[in-house]
C-alpha cells in the first residue's frame, strides 16, 4: 500500500464526456510526483481531485490509509501552490503565511516562530511586512510555497507553479522547489506541461492524455523508453514508422530492410520511433544493411547547434539532425542509420 | 490649433450650461429678495435658518436620510451574498436573473413606484414606513448586485480555494478573503444606491402617507405654495452633502472606481 492512492477514479462534469477515466496512481512517501500532459489532458482535474476542490464521480482516495474521498477540502491538510500564486492582496507576506496557522488557532508564539523558520528556508526574510503587490513574480512564488508548507501538510500540491516566471527564475525557482521539497522530506504532487522542468525535478512522472495516465515511471524511463507512441510524441520523438514483428525478434520495414531493438519486444506494438538526434546521417548508400534506410534530403533548417534535415525514404519522411561539421545540400542522396538501443517500438 | 480653441470654447459652453443654473441657484439662497430672483438685491443668511427652523423640512430630511440609509443597509445584507454566489456558483437561469435585477433600473421610475404601490400598499397594506423601507431597499438591490457583482467578478477565484485549501470553511473565507478585497466594491455600491434613494421621487411619492413626507416630496409640496428662496438654501444644503460625500469617496477610493 502506497503513502498516497488514487483508485479508479473517474470525473465527468456533465456525465457524457470524462475528465478522468478510471485513473489509478499510486505515490510513495517523501516523492515528488510530476503530471506531465498537454493542456485538456486532465492533469490539473487530477491535482483538484487530490486537494479536495473537485469531487470524483467514481473512485477512492486514500492518503496513509486514510479514506478521503469524503473529507472536505478544508479538512484535507494539504498545501496547495496556484499558478497565480493567490496570495492574499488585503494581508502582508507574514499575515499571508499565517493565515493557515491561525485557523489552526495555535498560539501566537508558535505562529511567529513557524513563520519566522519557514520564511527562511525560503529566503524572504527581509520582506515579511510587504504586501504581495509590492514583490517581484519570484518572491511571490516563494510566499505562496512557504504558506503552503507552514501548516506542515500531508502534501503538496503545485499547479503550474512556474508557469507565470521568466525562463532564468523558472529554472532558479524549481531548484529551489526540489531543495526545499527534500530538505523537508514532503510528498508532493506537481502538475506541469513543461517536460524539461518535469523530467529535472520529479522523482515519477505520470504522462497523461485524455484522462488517463499512458505512462508512469522514473524520467530516465520515460525519456529512454516510451511506452506508446503519444508519451513518445510529447518527449521528443518525431520519427514513426511503421514495421512487422519477425519470428527471430527483429522487424521488418515496409520495404523489406530487417531492424533491430535491443529494447523489448512486446506482442501487438508495430511502430518505430526514434530521436531525430539519434539517428546519424552518412553519404555513401549502401543497401541491404539491417538497421539502416536510404533517402533523399527535402528540407535542411539550421537548429543552430546542428542541422536538421527531413529525409524522404522508402519507410517515410524522417527527421535526423546533425551537427554542422558535414552539411549536406538539398537533393543529396544519404544514407541514415538507426542505432539498435535507440530504436523503440510503440 | 485653431481646431483646439473652437473645442475649448464648445467643451467651455456646455460647463457653462450645466454649471451657471446651480450657481444661479447659490446666488439666490443669499438673496434679500421675498421671492427666487436673479440677481439678488443684497445679502442674507435668513434662508438657510428658515430650512433650519422648518419642522417639515428637517422632518422629512432625516426620514428620507434614515430610509436611505437602512435600505441600502438592508440591500447590502441580501445583495453581497445574491451577488457573491450569482459570481460564483452555476445558478440556474443566471443570466435571467442577472437582467431581473438590473430591470427596476431599466424600468421607468413611475412604473414601479406605481406597481409597489399596487402591492405594498393596496394589496398588502403594509404600515407605511415598513412600505417606504421596502420600497427603497427594492430601489437600492441591483446597485448592489451590480457593482459588488463585478467587483467579485475581478476577484481571483484562487485566493478563496487556497484559503479552502489552508483550513477554512467556504465561509470563513467569504469573510476573511473575499470581503476584504471587496470592500471598495461594498463602499461604492453603497453610496450609489443611498444617493439614489435619497433622491428618489416616483416610489416615495406613492408609498408615502398621511403624516410621512419624504423630503424630495415636501420640497415639491413647499414650492407650490411658497416660492421663496428658502428651496434655494435647501438646494445648497443637499449639494454641499453630495459633495462632501464625493470629497470622501475620493480621498478613500478615487472616484474612478464607482463609475
Wanted: aromatic share 10%; with cysteine; proline share 4%.
Amino acid at each position: 500500500m502506497s503513502y498516497v492512492e488514487l483508485k479508479d477514479i473517474r470525473v465527468s462534469y456533465d456525465n457524457n464526456t470524462d475528465i478522468l477515466k478510471d485513473l489509478n496512481l499510486s505515490i510513495e512517501k517523501g516523492e515528488l510526483v510530476s503530471l506531465l500532459g498537454p493542456s485538456g489532458c486532465g492533469k490539473t482535474t487530477t491535482l483538484r481531485v487530490i486537494a479536495g476542490l473537485i469531487a470524483p464521480n467514481d473512485g477512492e482516495f486514500l492518503v496513509d490509509n486514510q479514506n478521503l474521498t469524503k473529507v472536505p477540502v478544508h479538512k484535507r491538510e494539504f498545501g496547495m501552490v496556484f499558478q497565480s500564486y493567490a496570495l492574499f492582496p488585503h494581508l502582508t507576506i507574514k499575515e499571508n503565511v499565517a493565515f493557515g496557522l491561525k485557523l489552526r488557532k495555535e498560539k501566537r508564539n508558535i505562529i511567529e516562530k513557524k513563520v519566522q523558520d519557514i520564511l527562511a528556508i525560503t529566503g524572504l526574510e527581509e520582506l515579511g511586512d510587504r504586501y504581495p503587490k509590492q514583490l517581484s513574480g519570484g518572491q511571490r512564488q516563494r510566499v505562496a510555497l512557504a504558506r503552503a508548507l507552514v501548516i506542515e501538510p500531508k502534501l503538496l500540491l503545485l499547479d503550474e507553479p512556474l508557469s507565470n516566471l521568466d525562463a532564468k527564475l523558472r529554472l532558479a525557482m524549481r531548484i529551489e522547489i526540489k531543495r526545499i521539497q527534500s530538505q523537508l522530506g514532503i510528498t508532493s504532487v506537481f502538475v506541469t506541461h513543461d517536460q524539461e522542468e518535469c523530467f529535472s525535478i520529479s522523482d515519477k512522472v505520470a504522462v497523461m492524455n485524455k484522462g488517463v495516465i499512458e505512462q508512469f515511471d522514473t524520467p530516465e524511463e520515460i525519456y529512454k523508453n516510451p511506452k506508446t507512441e503519444f508519451v513518445a510524441r510529447f518527449i521528443g520523438f518525431e520519427n514513426f514508422f511503421e514495421l512487422t514483428p519477425t519470428e527471430d525478434w527483429k522487424y521488418k520495414t515496409v520495404d523489406g530492410t530487417i531492424f533491430q531493438s535491443t529494447h523489448k519486444w512486446e506482442p501487438g506494438k508495430r511502430t518505430g520511433t526514434i530521436r531525430p538526434e539519434d539517428i546519424e546521417i552518412a553519404a555513401i548508400t549502401q543497401q541491404n544493411t539491417n538497421n539502416t534506410v536510404s533517402g533523399t534530403i527535402k528540407v535542411r533548417t539550421f537548429l543552430g547547434k546542428s542541422y536538421q534535415y527531413e529525409v524522404e525514404t522508402p519507410i517515410g519522411t524522417l527527421l535526423a539532425n546533425k551537427a554542422d561539421d558535414v552539411v549536406y545540400q538539398v537533393g543529396d542522396n544519404v544514407t541514415l542509420s538507426i542505432p539498435a538501443h535507440k530504436l523503440i517500438i510503440v | 490649433m485653431r481646431k483646439n480653441v473652437s473645442l475649448k470654447i464648445f467643451a467651455g459652453l456646455v460647463f457653462a450650461f450645466l454649471l451657471v443654473p446651480l450657481l444661479i441657484i447659490i446666488v439666490t439662497s443669499f438673496g434679500t429678495n421675498s421671492t427666487i430672483q436673479f440677481p439678488i438685491k443684497g445679502f442674507t443668511l435668513e434662508w438657510y435658518s428658515k430650512v433650519f427652523n422648518n419642522e417639515s423640512f428637517m422632518d422629512s430630511f432625516f426620514l428620507s436620510l434614515q430610509v436611505a440609509f437602512f435600505a441600502t443597509l438592508l440591500a447590502l445584507i441580501i445583495g453581497v451574498p445574491a451577488a457573491y454566489s450569482l459570481a460564483r456558483h452555476r445558478v440556474f437561469g443566471r443570466n435571467w436573473i442577472k437582467s431581473f435585477f438590473l430591470s427596476p433600473t431599466i424600468v421607468p421610475g413611475l412604473v414601479v413606484g406605481y406597481s409597489m404601490y399596487q402591492f405594498i400598499v393596496i394589496k398588502y397594506q403594509f404600515p407605511i414606513i415598513q412600505g417606504l423601507l421596502l420600497g427603497h431597499f427594492l430601489i437600492c438591490l441591483p446597485y448592489v448586485i451590480r457593482v459588488v457583482g463585478s467587483t467579485i467578478e475581478q476577484l481571483d477565484f484562487s485566493i478563496e480555494e487556497v484559503s479552502w485549501t489552508l483550513g477554512s470553511t467556504k465561509l470563513q473565507a467569504f469573510i476573511k478573503v473575499v470581503l476584504p478585497n471587496i470592500t471598495s466594491g461594498i463602499f461604492a455600491s453603497f453610496m450609489l444606491a443611498f444617493i439614489n434613494s435619497f433622491n428618489n421621487i416616483p416610489v416615495s411619492q406613492f408609498l408615502s402617507g398621511p403624516g410621512v413626507t419624504m423630503l424630495p416630496t415636501s420640497l415639491m409640496n413647499y414650492i407650490e405654495y411658497n416660492y421663496d428662496p428658502s428651496v434655494s438654501a435647501l438646494s445648497v444644503i443637499l449639494m454641499l452633502g453630495t459633495i462632501v460625500l464625493m470629497y470622501v469617496i475620493e480621498k478613500t477610493l478615487g472616484l474612478a472606481s464607482i463609475s
